[in-house]
């Protein structure tokens, strides 16, 4: 521990801890640009300048660490003003149209000017005179260089988080920017759609293309059947865009405000997340059968999932030797998408030309997925329109819907059921766990050997996780898996997928099934959730979930009666010829 004064304030802090989080510690807020709680530190945009006490020049709070005795300012004369200069100068070449910017109202820029009331421009508006670029082609993510303040968190966080490094930074001085590979499209370099640096950047520079028009006009057409289905992130994130803390679970508000924006039918993405899981689960376990009973060397173990979009771009684009080793089912969004237009339309009466599929998710890069040309197994586009989070709150306030006051309502039938499995795929390791729940009961008739069904070893927020589970006393027909250790390995982010495939292109991975999914935390962290995001909002998130989960009366994907309904009436068997073709996908080298 070490002795520091901020303000007047005698403070004991821990040895190695930076000004900025001292002063955190001693309640004082230090403003803040570049820095981000999941980020490395860059110390780059000198918002955060305090003064140190015989030291003539102000140094950063974010990248200053304390030392013992330091006397620090962070309210002076001196420090105020410098700020507000600062504050002026990335002002001068941002192109501050706040009112007609999509982030009008979540800008940190727009906030700090705010807050230091900067009325007047002392310095040359350089944002007028600049060329700048908007990058319009991707489904998924816009980017306005007009808009940057070049603090490079997006940067930082598609190297340092996700280990794509598809943005960096081109040239030096005042012509310095933030750009892709030779300045290229982002859907000419290797981005993912992931949408990390969407919830990294302070401004409007990276946000999502947004369809909310285009669903608002098809909602308001009586022609058509618009359904909505809604991934299970969605219910512990959507709450923070309508004022509630992190963490608040708004499930039935959110089923009722859909009803009240005019969709015609309110579905669960979690319904196909279970169905997911008998399909995964039944490849998994075929893979082992070929492999550990028939000795088949051209199937290949781990088996990986496919259901976050950012992560198959990703392997797509950087181990694309490495495809055989994702599991073939589409991602729960896709199934169901394939079955509204063909299982929903046939038991409604509906002509599928005439129906609209919305879904509501965490992630851009579901945006992307939805786009995708294979993506229409039901002889139409499978899901017509990708909203994110942030996207349907700010419907619900157009609708003049408020929020807090909404009774709790239930997703309409036929698609809207779902088991606690289903909602935790919202969490990293949470498809693991799920497709665990039901491989060893399937195997074993027996429920899995973790007390209330909690696989813990597969929960937490360590970048790789891992789990072994003992197969012993097997059903008839799997003998073969007697006294076979079940190892599962757990990541998220892409920057920890990338350690699992290095193993698997080695050829030295110890694993059977891997879950990888793209966003630190899992869908919940998903580029598409409200901003902020970080570690601790990621935690009441993840606790949210288990939390839902908990409470389901059905636990396990292979009781959900809706999901029995559909391959009796409908898909046969898992893995069967319809299923084959609705729901499972290939991928591209
Ligand atoms: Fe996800 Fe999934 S869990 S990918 O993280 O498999 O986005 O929430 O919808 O499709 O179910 C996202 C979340 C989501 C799919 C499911």
Redo the contacts with the bound molecule.
């Keep these: 521990k070490i002795n520091i004064n901020i303000n007047g304030i005698a403070l004991e802090v821990d040895q190695g801890k930076t000004i900025l989080e001292a002063a955190d510690q001693a309640g004082i807020i230090i403003p803040t640009l570049c820095y981000h709680k999941d980020l490395c530190i860059a110390g780059n945009c000198r918002v955060c300048v305090v003064e140190l006490i015989g030291q003539k020049r102000l140094s950063a709070a974010c990248a200053t660490p304390c030392e013992e005795g330091m006397e620090i300012r962070t309210n002076s004369l001196h420090v105020r003003n410098s700020r507000k200069h600062i504050i002026e100068l990335l002002l001068s070449e941002h192109r501050a149209e706040c009112t007609s910017c999509y982030k009008n109202g979540n800008c940190e820029l727009q906030k700090l000017a705010s807050d230091y009331k900067i009325v007047t421009q002392d310095f040359i508006p350089l944002a007028q005179q600049k060329k700048y670029t908007i990058d319009q082609f991707s489904p998924s993510i816009l980017k306005d260089d007009s808009k940057c303040i070049r603090c490079q968190r997006c940067v930082r966080t598609c190297a340092g988080l996700q280990g794509v490094n598809a943005l960096s930074v081109a040239h030096k001085g005042d012509r310095m920017k933030i750009t892709t590979f030779f300045e290229k499209a982002i859907t000419e370099v290797v981005c993912t759609n992931c949408g990390q640096c969407i919830n990294h950047c302070p401004t409007g520079a990276l946000v999502e293309r947004n369809y909310i028009e285009e669903v608002w006009d098809a909602i308001s057409d009586p022609e058509l059947h618009v359904v909505v289905q809604t991934?299970?992130?969605?219910r512990v994130g959507l709450g923070e865009e309508m004022g509630f803390p992190p963490g608040e679970r708004v499930t039935g508000r959110m089923v009722e405000a859909l009803k009240r924006l005019g969709f015609n039918s309110v579905l669960d993405?979690?319904f196909?997340?279970d169905l997911?899981i008998i399909e995964e689960g039944t490849e998994l376990l075929e893979r082992l059968k070929k492999t550990l009973k028939e000795k088949d060397p051209s199937v290949k173990l781990p088996m990986a999932t496919s259901?976050?979009?950012g992560w198959i771009k990703y392997i797509e684009h950087l181990y694309s030797d490495c495809l055989e080793h994702l599991s073939t089912c589409k991602?729960?969004?896709?199934m169901?998408g394939a079955l509204v237009k063909t299982y929903y339309a046939e038991s409604r009466s509906l002509k599928p030309e005439k129906i609209v599929s919305v879904s509501i998710?965490?992630?851009t890069?579901?945006k992307f997925e939805a786009a995708r040309p294979e993506m229409h197994a039901s002889g139409y586009t499978d899901v017509d329109y990708v909203l994110t989070t942030r996207e349907l709150a700010i419907m619900i306030k157009q609708a003049g819907i408020d929020f807090a006051k909404l009774p709790e309502s239930s997703f309409d039938r036929l698609m809207g059921q779902s088991s606690g499995a289903?909602v935790i795929?919202?969490a990293t390791g949470?498809?693991m766990e799920a497709a665990l729940r039901t491989v060893y009961e399937l195997v074993t008739g027996r429920e899995v050997p973790f007390e209330k069904l909690n696989i813990t070893p597969v929960r937490g927020s360590e970048g790789i996780r891992e789990a072994c589970i003992k197969i012993e006393n097997p059903q008839e027909g799997w003998e073969f898996l007697d006294g076979v250790e079940l190892r599962c390995a757990v990541a998220h982010g892409l920057v920890h997928a990338k350690q699992l495939m290095d193993q698997i292109k080695a050829g030295t991975s110890p694993y059977h099934f891997i879950e990888i999914?793209a966003?630190p935390g899992?869908?919940?962290g998903?580029g598409?959730q409200p901003i902020p995001t970080n570690p601790e909002i990621r935690a009441k998130r993840t606790e949210a979930i288990y939390a839902e989960d908990e409470e389901m009366p059905l636990r396990k994907s292979h009781e959900n009666p809706e999901v029995l309904l559909l391959y009796k009436n409908f898909l046969g068997h898992p893995l069967g010829k319809k299923s084959h073709h609705l729901l499972h996908t290939s991928y591209i080298e």
């Design positions: 991934a299970p992130a969605v993405t979690d196909t997340a997911t259901c976050s979009p991602s729960p969004q896709q169901f998710m965490p992630c890069a579901k289903g795929f919202g949470g498809v999914m966003c899992g869908c919940l998903g598409g």
